[in-house]
């Protein structure tokens, strides 16, 4: 059964820094990796998308990476902004298209 | 417009209680899912469909019906509502077509039973 974690769990920066979010899952045969950000008690806002095939996607600050071999993906953020505060959600897709695994989210706040 | 939408966004109602959320997505998707997210656990998967006639149950389904009345609309009911499926429901579209198998999210519905 896929399993995915992220880590950390929360994280705080001060505005400006650079900053990574990891994310690692157990079964490499996933049909794509997608890096979510949610606000609180909000919706899903969908940030990249990385299909099995790619190594990396981006916009703007954000960067994403995937090295599926190794089970992990990670999401740089470049020059944090107060407004970067949310949780950042990965999810994998299975082959069959069936559904997201999601993991629990790093929560960031960034302070001015 | 937002492509996905979920109605109601916010529900309180009583345990027993028969409850009805409805998802519309405007996108053209064949593919439509239901997400519950409970603080803690993440996103989990109720329900899925791939089409009008293809319904299938997710990790979590117990406690939990739907109907897919049309490519468009994806309705979530809960039969005799308990305390522990208060949470914030999500609905989730995807195209096949596309091959990305990119998923797109309405807003959630906040549900609570008390």
């Known amino acids: 059964k896929q399993e995915v974690t992220q880590i950390p769990a929360a994280l705080s920066v001060p505005e400006g820094e650079n900053l990574v979010l990891n994310c690692s899952f157990t079964?490499?045969?996933?049909?794509?990796l997608q890096w979510f950000r949610q606000d609180p008690g909000k919706g899903l806002t969908s940030l990249l998308l990385?299909?099995?095939?790619?190594r990396e996607q981006t916009s703007g600050r954000l960067n994403a990476s995937l090295d599926k071999s190794s089970g992990r993906s990670t999401l740089y953020i470049a020059a944090s902004q107060p407004g970067d505060s949310a949780t950042y959600l990965c999810?994998?897709?299975?082959?069959?298209?069936?559904?997201?695994?999601f993991g629990k989210g790093t929560t960031l706040s960034v302070s001015s | 417009d937002a492509d996905v939408t979920q109605t109601p966004r916010n529900r309180i109602t009583k345990t027993g209680k028969r409850i009805m959320l409805e998802c519309s997505q405007t996108?053209?998707?064949?593919?439509m899912y239901w997400y519950r997210q409970d603080p803690g656990l993440g996103l989990r998967l109720i329900y899925y469909?791939?089409?009008?006639?293809?319904?299938n149950k997710g990790e979590i389904s117990d406690g939990y019906s739907v109907s897919r009345q049309a490519q468009a609309k994806f309705s979530l009911s809960l039969e005799s509502a308990i305390p522990n499926q208060t949470a914030l429901y999500f609905c989730?579209?995807?195209?096949?077509?596309?091959?990305?198998?990119?998923?797109?999210f309405g807003p959630g519905t906040r549900l609570t039973v008390t």
């Open positions: 999810a994998v897709g299975d082959q069959a298209g069936t559904a997201l695994i």
């Open positions: 989730a579209t995807s195209d096949p077509r596309g091959y990305s198998g990119e998923q797109y």
């Open positions: 079964d490499s045969a996933i049909y794509n």
């Open positions: 469909s791939f089409d009008v006639k293809d319904i």
């Open positions: 996108k053209g998707h064949d593919r």
């Open positions: 990385i299909q099995s095939s790619q």
